[in-house]
């Protein structure tokens, strides 16, 4: 049997209705409903130092969204833990070539945020994504989008540096902010 593709306005169409629970955890990618992991504890402790960082290091000219939606088009939109944008851009008007950095933290997720998510975020014109490992600390840093996707892709250690090729002087060193592997992960 075919799928059925969803919209933009039926998904916000069947949430006003109450079909979809306005705090269900999902995406939309090409129109399929795709169900979000539940965040871990580990997760909710990485993504809460660093949004704290983030508000005090990032320029009153950039708004930071923490699990803000980017809708992409209208079959499609994700949920980044962190999108850095212009101010001003309002959330709703950005699109993916607007976003100047996406973060992750993925613990359960890691597999689908470091593949289908990042190749999303590609298609979409972002210029940046980290994927932070919640577990490890590992960073892996994608950059320079180009025909293929991320041409430059690294993996940043918990007590190395990172620095947004758009806006450098969003800098962070996850060791610096306190924060250290998970001796079980």
Same mark, same amino acid.
């Given at each position: 049997?075919?799928?059925?593709?969803?919209?933009?306005?039926?998904?916000?169409?069947?949430?006003?209705?109450?079909?979809?629970?306005?705090?269900?955890?999902?995406?939309?990618?090409?129109?399929?409903?795709?169900?979000?992991?539940?965040?871990?504890?580990?997760?909710?402790?990485?993504?809460?130092?660093?949004?704290?960082?983030?508000?005090?290091?990032?320029?009153?000219?950039?708004?930071?969204?923490?699990?803000?939606?980017?809708?992409?088009?209208?079959?499609?939109?994700?949920?980044?833990?962190?999108?850095?944008?212009?101010?001003?851009?309002?959330?709703?008007?950005?699109?993916?070539?607007?976003?100047?950095?996406?973060?992750?933290?993925?613990?359960?997720?890691?597999?689908?945020?470091?593949?289908?998510?990042?190749?999303?975020?590609?298609?979409?014109?972002?210029? @940046? !994504?980290?994927?932070?490992?919640? /577990?490890?600390? =590992?960073? &892996?840093?994608?950059?320079? %989008?180009?025909?293929? *996707?991320?041409?430059?892709?690294? @993996? !940043?250690?918990?007590?190395?540096? /990172?620095?947004? =090729?758009? &806006?450098?002087?969003?800098? %962070?060193?996850?060791? *610096?902010?306190?924060?250290?592997?998970?001796?079980?992960?």
């Amino acid at each position: 049997m075919p799928r059925r593709v969803w919209t933009r306005a039926e998904i916000e169409a069947m949430v006003a209705a109450g079909i979809i629970d306005e705090d269900e955890r999902f995406e939309l990618i090409g129109g399929e409903v795709v169900p979000m992991s539940p965040k871990g504890a580990r997760h909710e402790l990485v993504k809460v130092d660093l949004n704290r960082h983030l508000q005090k290091i990032v320029a009153d000219d950039l708004s930071v969204g923490q699990e803000t939606t980017l809708w992409l088009d209208e079959t499609s939109f994700v949920e980044p833990d962190f999108c850095i944008w212009p101010r001003s851009i309002a959330p709703v008007e950005q699109g993916g070539h607007d976003v100047l950095l996406a973060i992750e933290i993925a613990d359960t997720s890691l597999a689908y945020d470091l593949g289908r998510k990042v190749g999303i975020y590609a298609a979409y014109g972002v210029a @940046e !994504v980290w994927v932070v490992n919640a /577990l490890t600390l =590992v960073t &892996r840093v994608h950059r320079a %989008l180009g025909a293929e *996707g991320y041409r430059d892709i690294f @993996e !940043v250690a918990p007590d190395g540096d /990172l620095a947004s =090729v758009r &806006r450098p002087e969003i800098r %962070l060193n996850l060791a *610096g902010l306190g924060l250290a592997p998970d001796p079980e992960g």
